[in-house]
């Protein structure tokens, strides 16, 4: 779930960052890891990544880094943090002009020893003589959290700026328990099936063409068959809305032909180009969040007027091709706001149980949206999971003028370019982590609390790129992992 492409392929200005890798130690582990997702030192709390692609590290702009906030009691803070660049003790590679390493994140156990790992995506990394190829890496969960790393092969037959790995995604995709990796650019994907060992060799890596133009992936569980389904957003000429295929593990393929173990299954009436899945009406099968962020146009006659998202429900045989989606935007009654040119809703999306009350519930970051006269400000909006689905009842929109909001509404801010959902105080219920892209020219996350009634701005925390030792233009919280 990356920022439009038209933010990706922007760049900024940048000075210095230092390339150790600084890790301050959480809180000591217990004997034995947590297996939690995103928990990288084990001690039961998760934490979350969140990339500054175009940091500088050393006088190398857009070098990018990835800093990683510790969770822990209290949540977040700038003082528990690792900060990881390619100039890192261990990490392969080295920080050069315009690699954006953190363009691409996601977390899983590639190695199964309990800690979680991140997987980083450089789009921009050059392989040979071949620029802007693109590449992964793996950095390693321990008990002091992330350290070292290795390198994924790459797929034979990526092309010169394919941005290959700017959208990565995990889950065990055969359903053989053990942690797998796709990871995308242009029309090329590789899946790499796992485990892993400790030099980022996976048991194979299986190159799959796909149609259309393909910078997105988003996994997870839509069907119950406990094999997480991989979906990919792409684009045709024909279909400007966005194609939406996802891709299921079919145990009838051939065993000697690994490529054959899935099948593609497309909903021709879905639109959207990012999204997320998670269970919304607790029935037990991951639904399908869409974002079509788009305005209508001739070229794109359908979805609504500033945007908007769509919900695909799950089911034994994946979402029904046939099925009523429930349709939300800024016009629709209990959303707040109202749908306008360019807000942009459904440009971001995240999906957890912010109020703990089992159902999944949906963040839509909308970062063009205008607050005053402070354009393209932003704002992210709540919406909750029920046994009938997706409500609009009790739905609730944050900007940085909402009260208790850390900072300003100011233009070109950019709040929610990402959104992520993710309990980090173990509290049970998930708290809202949201991305400002252009906060202050280089970059903001803020981290607002979940509780039984629903998020809080009691004890909001910001945290900006200037904050944690970030140098440059950094674009801190442009993407987060999940």
């Given at each position: ?445 803020t981290v607002l609390k979940g509780t039984a009634s629903g998020l809080t701005t009691t004890g909001a925390k910001s945290l900006t790129a200037r904050d944690l030792s970030l140098k440059g233009g950094a674009d801190f919280g442009w993407e987060i992992a999940l």
């Amino acid at each position: 779930m990356h920022k439009p492409l038209r933010l990706a392929l922007a760049s900024a200005t940048a000075a210095a960052l230092t390339g150790g890798l600084l890790t301050l130690t959480a809180a000591p582990a217990t004997a034995a890891p947590s297996g939690l997702a995103a928990d990288f030192n084990g001690d039961g709390y998760r934490d979350t990544a969140v990339a500054a692609p175009c940091a500088t590290v050393g006088t190398a702009s857009c070098a990018g880094a990835v800093v990683v906030l510790y969770g822990s009691s209290s949540g977040v803070s700038a003082t528990r943090k690792t900060v990881i660049t390619q100039n890192s003790t261990g990490v392969p590679g080295t920080a050069e002009e315009l690699d954006r390493f953190g363009d691409g994140l996601a977390t899983g156990d590639l190695d199964a020893d309990g800690y979680a790992d991140l997987i980083v995506g450089t789009p921009n990394e050059g392989i040979g003589d071949r620029a802007g190829v693109g590449s992964a890496t793996v950095i390693w969960g321990s008990r002091s959290g992330l350290s070292g790393g290795a390198s994924l092969p790459s797929p034979s037959g990526l092309s010169e700026w394919g941005g290959y790995a700017g959208s990565l995604a995990t889950g065990d995709f055969n359903g053989d328990g053990k942690t797998d990796v796709t990871a995308t650019g242009q029309s090329r994907t590789g899946l790499y099936r796992g485990p892993f060992t400790r030099t980022g060799k996976p048991l194979s890596l299986t190159p799959v063409e796909e149609v259309g133009t393909t910078y997105e992936v988003f996994a997870g569980d839509i069907d119950g068959d406990r094999a997480a389904e991989r979906v990919y957003p792409y684009l045709l000429e024909s279909d400007e809305a966005g194609v939406i295929e996802y891709v299921h593990h079919d145990p009838a393929g051939w065993d000697d032909h690994p490529e054959s173990d899935y099948a593609r299954t497309a909903l021709p009436a879905a639109d959207g180009h990012q999204g997320a899945i998670g269970d919304i009406n607790g029935d037990g099968y991951g639904d399908l969040v869409l974002g079509d962020h788009e305005d209508p146009r001739a070229a794109k006659p359908g979805g609504h007027k500033g945007g908007q998202i769509s919900v695909w429900y799950g089911g034994p045989d994946g979402p029904d091709p046939a099925q009523t989606p429930t349709v939300v935007h800024q016009d629709t009654n209990g959303v707040p706001g109202s749908g306008e040119t360019d807000d942009l809703f459904g440009s971001a999306l995240a999906v957890g149980d912010i109020n703990g009350d089992t159902y999944a519930d949906v963040a839509v970051g909308a970062y063009g949206e205008d607050n005053g006269t402070a354009r393209d400000s932003g704002s992210v909006t709540i919406l909750f999971g029920s046994a009938t689905g997706l409500k609009t009842s009790n739905a609730t929109s944050y900007t940085q003028n909402t009260t208790g909001v850390p900072g300003i509404s100011e233009t070109g801010d950019a709040f929610g370019m990402t959104v992520r959902l993710t309990d980090l105080d173990k509290n049970g219920k998930a708290d809202l982590v949201i991305g400002t892209g252009y906060e202050n020219g280089y970059g903001a996350v803020t981290v607002l609390k979940g509780t039984a009634s629903g998020l809080t701005t009691t004890g909001a925390k910001s945290l900006t790129a200037r904050d944690l030792s970030l140098k440059g233009g950094a674009d801190f919280g442009w993407e987060i992992a999940l």
